[in-house]
């Protein structure tokens, strides 16, 4: 092979006359400058050790502090009050020797000093750790801050005014603190009492208290001792439990999807579209890797939050075991791998140490899809076995993957930076059916043909034959937020700094001396292609029973519900209740993601959302009462809303905390009948808002057909919905609704029709004097907009 031959960096050959050495000089250099480009990268990391490891002081304050040490001596003071002369006396015998009496007070004065400097940083690490331990900020009115927290932030910014690296505020952060049990087991009671009749609320209460009297103090007990020893007491637990150790297929269960532009196809030349795209993640990648991120934080606030996710972002992948999953990182990785019409490739993307440019990705992207070759036996399909159950994949990972050429191969793909698909197929929204052009749009990120793409990477990027794109995401290393943070760099960069010529082909020059793609290779036995078209055959029945539908809410957006001093958060959440009750006669258990990421290794809470006050709301507006009274009721609902919200960023949540008792529970070997039966109830309406994090990076007004659609995510109960939504710009709302075919009571065209109806109904409601659109078609937008 070429690419084989190319690789070889000198031959030898035995002759009669001795050893015929014959170096490639081409080759050598290659790899001289890979390994500048390897060392490079370990001078920048160990820079950056040094750097976060002294923040919020920096590196040069150690020479003020050796400096203001030593003009105080030569002023005849003793700044450290004998330390100095203390160090003096402990030096070791050959200073003693090799220095005179004043070489040696300098060495004490700097060793005092190098001292001194690190107190001090640990001093300002504590006190910024304090501060950041202050949340009651979050729970004062807008307009009435407290002189305290006016004070605080002071002290913050004062703290914070070093440009931070990514990691900087890791050591910084608070623990995640363990509730106290009598109040999470209150929060819950509260929490369950709108779906519960008289007698079963009486019977839970009951169980409550059992619970608390007898084996819940126990159990807080060991927490309380976990959360003393472990940087946070959920996150290994949850990623473990909840994602690492179930069984069923992650394809639609786990995985989650992201869209591109809603109106705009940067260029409808899909190897153009793959040139940028892979370019842009490898520019994140690489201030991910330089840590040349800003620390993403609270919006409108300088509150940092946890970046540990961006970690294991790149270069990632989950792998089956018989018991449970592992998620394997690798620190880098000069290639991804591709997949188009069941072949396999890896595609290298730096060169003697140098990043391709976006046109030489898209003439190597160009020669995969020129590729005329077939798929060798068993290979297109291969990739079914990341989509079905993890025992069958387990087994035929370790007997069949464990050597040789398919195990090179899988190396191949699992240590890829990330997975790319060329699909041969056409989305977005376009043709005569643009609605339903979206729902087919966002089946196929979500699962695909279930066979041509790899679940297991942390994403994989898909690339359409029309030049739109998307992403598929593993659940297990990361929340949506880390991967909504790295897709809005991604079409950003790809569509306002890389930017396409007029024939729509990326810009720059091209390497045509570059080598070819490398094909991967494989020996699938049959054992392995029949477990396969098994795993295929599980992962197609759970993909054709997912009923997705996305649509455009354009009648109204945050800027008027805002005006309405509102959290559109609020307004949409209360917003679903009154839909869900339309849709199915009554209320349910709802869960809205929130993220813990004020704390270290935070990741995500639960807020219930059907509360006693919305559901208070839903119930008077169905039943006809006074306008004044069903607004009182909805300004009611909202406050609590967003109250609880608070409560679950500020580690006050209910779900989380119940969940590591039962674990606890299950390692002491003990049962407990209330939290077997917390932990089994279903979350029929499960929810989360994509939030958007970079807006400078999206001109809007100059740009507004650059719209994000968002992504989304398969149902959570068998006889639920799970809704996703995005707040874009001022005036829109995109959601994605999913349920299942096999459940007769839910349906997500329906379902998206009394979303549409009831945030239209709730603005009537509170603008009784404005006119607002009945229409519920709010896929439908100005002719002016173009439908790429």
């Known amino acids: 092979m070429a690419e084989a031959h190319q690789a070889v960096a000198f031959q030898f050959t035995i002759t009669p006359e001795g050893i015929d050495l014959q170096l490639s000089y081409q080759a050598l250099n290659q790899i001289y400058l890979s390994g500048v480009r390897s060392w490079k990268k370990r001078v920048s990391r160990i820079r950056n050790r040094v750097i976060k490891g002294v923040y919020p002081a920096s590196p040069s304050s150690w020479l003020f502090v050796v400096i203001a040490i030593l003009a105080t001596m030569y002023m005849r003071s003793d700044p450290s009050m004998g330390l100095i002369a203390k160090i003096q006396q ?16 300098m060495v004490s004065a700097l060793v005092f000093s190098t001292l001194l400097w690190l107190s001090l940083i640990l001093a300002l690490r504590f006190c910024l750790k304090l501060l950041l331990s202050y949340h009651q900020w979050m729970f004062e009115q807008h307009g009435r801050v407290s002189n305290t927290t006016k004070v605080w932030v002071t002290l913050l910014r004062l ?3 070093r440009k931070p690296l990514l990691y900087s505020y890791q050591t910084s952060l608070p623990h995640l603190p363990v509730p106290a049990i009598k109040d999470t087991l209150s929060r819950y009671l509260e929490s369950v009492r709108p779906l519960l009749t008289d007698p079963e609320f009486k019977r839970m209460t009951e169980l409550g208290n059992q619970f608390e009297s007898s084996l819940g103090n126990r159990l807080q007990r060991y927490l309380k001792l976990k959360a003393l020893w472990a940087t946070n007491y959920v996150s290994d637990w949850w990623e473990e439990y909840i994602y690492l150790r179930s069984r069923s297929p992650i394809m639609v269960n786990s995985n989650y999807y992201g869209m591109d532009f809603l109106y705009v196809t940067p260029t409808p030349v899909q190897a153009a579209r793959a040139g940028n795209t892979i370019t842009a993640l490898l520019l994140y990648r690489r201030k991910v890797n ?23 972002m790149f270069n990632t992948t989950r792998t089956p075991g018989a018991e449970t999953d592992v998620l394997q990182h690798w620190q880098d990785s000069e290639f991804v791998a591709v997949y188009h019409k069941g072949r396999f490739f890896r595609l290298w993307v730096y060169r003697a140490g140098r990043l391709l440019s976006p046109r030489e990705i898209e003439y190597q992207v160009q020669r995969i899809l020129d590729d005329s070759s077939p798929p060798q036996p ?15 994949w387990s087994q035929m990972r370790k007997q069949y993957f464990s050597s040789g050429v398919n195990k090179r191969s899988l190396d191949a793909i699992e240590r890829a930076a990330f997975f790319v698909t060329l699909d041969d197929e056409e989305q977005g929204m376009r043709g005569e059916d643009p609605a339903g052009n979206l729902d087919r749009y966002a089946k196929s990120l979500l699962h695909g043909k279930c066979y041509d793409r790899w679940f297991d990477k942390s994403f994989s990027i898909v690339i359409y034959k029309n030049g739109k794109n998307g992403l598929n995401a593993e659940h297990s290393w990361a929340d949506a937020p880390t991967v909504a943070h790295l897709w809005e760099y991604t079409l950003a960069t790809d569509a306002f700094q890389l930017g396409y010529t007029e024939d729509g082909h990326c810009k720059g020059e091209v390497d045509r001396s570059l080598p070819y793609p490398q094909r991967l290779l494989w020996d699938i036995p049959s054992e392995v292609q029949a477990e396969a078209q098994s795993s295929l055959t599980v992962a197609q029945a759970l993909a054709d029973d997912v009923d997705c539908h996305v649509f455009p809410f354009s009648v109204f957006g945050k800027g008027r519900i805002k005006k309405l001093r509102i959290s559109p958060d609020a307004f949409i959440q209360i917003g679903l209740q009154l839909a869900y009750y339309r849709d199915r006669g009554g209320f349910c258990l709802t869960y809205e993601a929130s993220m813990t990421r004020l704390f270290r290794e935070g990741r995500t809470e639960t ?30 609902a909202s406050e609590r809303h967003q109250n609880l919200y ?18 606890v529970s299950k390692y002491l070997g003990v ?12 979350w029929r309406l499960s929810t989360s808002q994509t939030p958007v994090q970079q807006m400078e990076l999206f001109d809007l007004k100059n740009h507004p057909d650059f719209v994000s659609l968002g992504g989304g995510f398969g149902p959570v109960a068998d006889d639920g919905y799970g809704v996703s939504y995005i707040i874009v710009g001022e005036d829109m709302i995109n959601f994605h609704v999913s349920s299942k075919y096999s459940c007769n009571e839910t349906d997500s065209h329906r379902f998206g029709s009394q979303i549409s109806k009831a945030l239209q109904d709730i603005m009537t409601l509170l603008t009784p004097d404005t006119k607002t659109s009945s229409s519920t078609k709010s896929t439908a937008q100005p002719q002016s907009k173009k439908l790429l």
């Open 607 to 636: 807020v219930r959302s059907c509360s006693n006050e919305s559901s208070a709301f839903v119930k008077a507006l169905e039943d006809g009462e006074a306008a004044e009274q069903c607004r009182r009721l909805f300004r009611l």
């Open 90 to 105: 402990h030096l070791p015998l050959s200073l003693h020797v090799s220095l005179s009496a004043q070489g040696q007070t």
């Open 646 to 663: 608070r409560m679950a960023m500020t580690g006050a949540g209910i779900d989380r905390h119940l969940f590591c008792l039962y674990v």
């Open 290 to 312: 330089r840590e040349e991120l800003k620390p993403s934080r609270v919006p409108g606030t300088v509150i940092p939050l946890c970046a540990a996710q961006c970690e294991r």
């Open 671 to 682: 049962e407990s009948p209330f939290l077997k039966e917390v932990l089994s109830e279903p």
């Open 159 to 161: 703290l914070s005014s």
């Open 378 to 392: 068993g290979e297109e399909k291969l990739g079914a076995l990341t989509a079905g159950d993890r025992i069958p």
